[in-house]
């Protein structure tokens, strides 16, 4: 491990943040993962890094894969590495049924790890992050040393230490997962992905500008503890890139294929560094990507590209902060937003009805997060009497909303609810309801300590020009 001190760390790219550490208000923060190489043709390091690991070439290396693009991995990853003379065996993962997507489920990735032959001692993931994250997991049960090629900017995970896996309809965190021995992002292979899912890349990333926000939310007014400023502060520049070359991402341009590499990466160790912490670069916008998913298998649609859903959350997020930003805390009344409250019954009834599969976790969920009517009014009075001083902490942590639709504009990332498949009233559902899908304090709990919602929802999505 090198290390560096916070100015130089935010001056590295991802290749030079790999394998360093850093310390922040007293705190030893690293990046495990010891390579991570991004640009063109750097496939060609991936036999030098598995022998590294080790000690001698593989003799059983395998490549997981998604079944669904096999000639993709094929060509531009199997072929090439067979070519540089590593033997690989083929181990790919299909989905149940050839209509849907291959998950990234515990159910999924125990079979794999099930199927996978004794002899393997290399496992080459070569995917997105459905692939990823299952070479991460069965990696992790075997106990065998891995590496990452991403096919695709299509989102964060690849560069986190942990896993997002769906164990029943819920999304979770899988933690303390072998680390890989290298992610590769090969900017060759990179361009050549569907655009639909390099926008979703671009789309996930942005994550950051309302999830931090929230981050630091619940810090403030709920005293949740750990917020540092590292996360955000390392996406400033490969963020602000990425909108630079936006535009170009579609014709499938060098610069903009590494910007947008780089800060799916830069994005996912924002997790990494925090030992795998989510709240760094999910939030609210990621919440309303997950509650379409389980809409989705509710009422058995495919789920839609993650990433492209979460940049549509994320406007949507933006919106809801700036309207509430704008709201005179004089006119605000705890006393009339206690009598205003829905009853546990009100919600128990609405939650076993509309959720009967999920009704009891929502509850508990909620049960959790929610401050008792005896002490709410003097929880609503705290906040107001805090503020002015509470959106100034905030500020540094999101930026304009015009200014990331206009990033999203420009590179063609979708940035309405037709565009990722929903509807007013799904939208409204994810809004409303979003705050029953995780234990994290979101500004969707504090618009509804508020009083914005339930009345004011169809405005967030107005003022988000989603509709
Ligand atoms: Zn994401």
């Known amino acids: 491990m090198k290390q560096v001190s916070v100015e130089q760390f935010l001056k590295l790219d991802a290749a030079g943040m790999a394998g360093t550490q850093v310390m922040v208000d007293g705190q030893q923060l690293t990046i495990p993962i010891p390579i991570i190489h991004v640009g063109a043709g750097v496939l060609r390091h991936v036999p030098g890094i598995a022998e590294a690991a080790l000690g001698h070439a593989p003799e059983h290396a395998v490549i997981i894969f998604d079944e669904a693009i096999r000639r993709f991995v094929t060509e531009n990853v199997w072929q090439p590495l067979g070519a540089a003379g590593m033997e690989l065996a083929e181990f790919p993962l299909a989905a149940d049924d050839p209509a849907h997507h291959l998950v990234a489920s515990d159910a999924v990735g125990d079979a794999g790890a099930q199927a996978l032959p004794a002899e393997v001692d290399f496992i080459i993931g070569a995917g997105s992050g459905v692939i990823g994250d299952l070479t991460k997991w069965i990696a992790n ?19 986190s230490i942990t896993a997002a896996m769906s164990f029943g309809d819920i999304k979770e965190t899988a933690y303390d997962l072998k680390i890989a021995e290298a992610v590769i992002y090969d900017t060759e292979i990179l361009a050549k992905a569907p655009l639909v899912m390099n926008l979703s890349g671009f789309s996930d990333m942005l994550a950051r500008n309302t999830c931090n926000a929230d981050w630091k939310l619940s810090s403030l007014v709920r005293g949740v503890e750990g917020f540092v400023s590292l996360p955000y502060d390392m996406m400033t520049r490969t963020q602000d890139l990425s909108f630079k070359h936006a535009a170009q991402i579609a014709e499938g341009d060098p610069a903009a294929v590494a910007a947008l590499g780089e800060a799916c990466l830069i994005s996912g160790m924002t997790m990494t560094i925090l030992g795998g912490q989510t709240s760094p670069s999910s939030g609210v916008e990621h919440i309303i990507s997950h509650f379409w998913d389980l809409l989705g298998d509710i009422h058995g649609k495919d789920h839609f590209w993650h990433g492209t859903q979460v940049g549509v959350g994320v406007l949507m997020g933006l919106a809801l902060y700036e309207m509430i930003e704008e709201l005179d805390p004089h006119t605000i009344d705890p006393a009339k937003l206690l009598d205003n409250r829905r009853s546990w019954n009100e919600i128990e009834t609405y939650l076993k009805t509309t959720y009967p599969g999920q009704w009891e976790y929502f509850l508990k969920t909620a049960r ?93 999505l107005e003022r988000a020009e989603v509709l």
Do not use: C
Request: proline share 7%; aromatic share 12%.
């Open 141 to 159: 049960k075997r106990g065998i040393p891995f590496v990452i090629v991403g096919t695709a900017a299509s989102m964060n995970g690849h560069a």
């Open 368 to 460: 959790d997060k929610t401050i008792p009517d005896a002490d709410y009014p003097a929880y609503v009075q705290g906040i107001l009497d805090n503020w002015y001083p509470m959106w100034t902490a905030l500020k540094p942590y999101r930026i304009p909303f015009k200014l990331v639709q206009h990033g999203m504009k420009a590179a063609g990332a979708a940035t309405s609810l037709a565009e990722v498949h929903q509807t007013r009233e799904t939208a409204l559902q994810a809004l409303l309801d979003g705050n029953f899908y995780r234990p994290r304090y979101t500004i969707l709990d504090l618009a509804w300590e508020l009083g914005i919602f339930p009345d004011r929802a169809e405005e967030v």
